[in-house]
Every structure is written in structure tokens, then in C-alpha cells.
């Protein structure tokens, strides 16, 4: 493919990545089970854009990807579930979920945020609870429908976390 009709196509390319990341905020406030259907198809379609036509336009062209600033592989930050979790007995669920719930808000907050800050409060009060327990009881939680996720939530900075029946944002 000659240059010029590369950028061509690669600016159209981007200009439907942003597109699809706008989409992607919209399916976000719709309920759990269609948003997780519809996350899924978008996963999909961004995907086979990326490896079917971006990926050969940048082999060819390797000037035309954009930087990746800020970009990271999403990975996962802890396997702990819940089921293997061991809370010290100076601490409830209730406890940990009251601290939980009251970092929650209707807007949409990174997983990550809300593990440190949960973590935060328990080392402040001399309770040795860790991001990784905080971590797994928001994915038992969202898993549980008594939040929302959005995401994987064990890749917290790739994943997203609210109060249910949260506004559109």
C-alpha cells in the first residue's frame, strides 16, 4: 500500500478508535448485563480493528503509529478472591464495606483509586487490610450486583468501579 493511502486509511482508522472509545462511555451507563453484552462486542470489533487493519498499516508503515504516551498492557494486579481471603478477626465485612461504600460514589472511580484509599483509611486506624483484600471483595461485590463494575476489576487500573443505578458519565 502506497504511503499516502496509508495515512489516509489510518487517519479514518483513528478517527473510528475514538469513536468506538466514545461508545464505549455510553454502554457504560447502561445496566450490568447489557453493558457487559455490549462490552463484549465492542472488545471484539476493536480488537479485529486492530489486528486486521491497524497492526498491517504500522508493519508497513511504522511511522504512523501514534505514540503510545501514558498507554499500559492491562494486567492483572492480584488474583485473590474472596473465597481465599482471611480477614483479621479485629475486622468485619460489614467494617470493610462500610469503609468501601462511603469512597463510592455514582460516578465512575478506577479500582485502584478505591483499593489505595480503602487501604489508606484501615492503616490509619492500625487495621491490617491490604489493596489485594479491598481489591477482591469490590469484584465480590460488583459480582454479587451490590455495585457496579466495568471491566475486569482485577486489573484496577483498567477497570472501573460506583454505587449502583449511578447517572450517565
Given at each position: 500500500?502506497?504511503?499516502?493511502?496509508?495515512?489516509?486509511?489510518?487517519?479514518?482508522?483513528?478517527?473510528?478508535?475514538?469513536?468506538?472509545?466514545?461508545?464505549?462511555?455510553?454502554?457504560?451507563?447502561?445496566?450490568?448485563?447489557?453493558?457487559i453484552?455490549?462490552?463484549?462486542?465492542?472488545?471484539?470489533?476493536?480488537?479485529?480493528?486492530?489486528?486486521?487493519?491497524?497492526?498491517?498499516?504500522?508493519?508497513?508503515?511504522?511511522?504512523?503509529?501514534?505514540?503510545?504516551?501514558?498507554?499500559?498492557?492491562?494486567?492483572?494486579?492480584?488474583?485473590?478472591?474472596?473465597?481465599?481471603?482471611?480477614?483479621?478477626?479485629?475486622?468485619?465485612e460489614?467494617?470493610?464495606?462500610?469503609?468501601?461504600?462511603?469512597?463510592?460514589?455514582?460516578?465512575?472511580?478506577?479500582?485502584?483509586?478505591?483499593?489505595?484509599?480503602?487501604?489508606?483509611?484501615?492503616?490509619?486506624?492500625?487495621?491490617p487490610?491490604?489493596?489485594?483484600?479491598?481489591?477482591?471483595?469490590?469484584?465480590?461485590?460488583?459480582?454479587?450486583?451490590?455495585?457496579?463494575?466495568?471491566?475486569?476489576?482485577?486489573?484496577?487500573?483498567?477497570?472501573?468501579?460506583?454505587?449502583?443505578?449511578?447517572?450517565?458519565?
Open positions: 500500500m502506497k504511503r499516502e493511502q496509508a495515512i489516509r486509511i489510518n487517519d479514518h482508522l483513528l478517527d473510528a478508535c475514538e469513536a468506538l472509545d466514545q461508545a464505549r462511555m455510553a454502554i457504560a451507563a447502561l445496566g450490568k448485563a447489557k453493558r453484552e455490549l462490552g463484549d462486542w465492542l472488545d471484539a470489533i476493536v480488537g479485529a480493528l486492530d489486528d486486521n487493519l491497524l497492526v498491517p498499516i504500522y508493519e508497513q508503515h511504522p511511522d504512523l503509529e501514534p505514540p503510545e504516551a501514558g498507554w499500559e498492557e492491562p494486567t492483572v494486579n492480584s488474583e485473590l478472591a474472596w473465597a481465599d481471603v482471611q480477614l483479621p478477626s479485629s475486622v468485619t460489614q467494617q470493610l464495606d462500610e469503609v468501601i461504600f462511603s469512597l463510592l460514589t455514582a460516578r465512575w472511580k478506577k479500582t485502584a483509586a478505591i483499593a489505595v484509599l480503602a487501604e489508606m483509611q484501615f492503616k490509619q486506624a492500625g487495621l487490610i491490604t489493596s489485594e483484600i479491598i481489591a477482591a471483595r469490590l469484584k465480590m461485590l460488583s459480582d454479587a450486583d451490590r455495585i457496579e463494575g466495568i471491566g475486569d476489576i482485577r486489573m484496577w487500573r483498567h477497570s472501573e468501579v460506583r454505587l449502583k443505578d449511578g447517572p450517565i458519565n
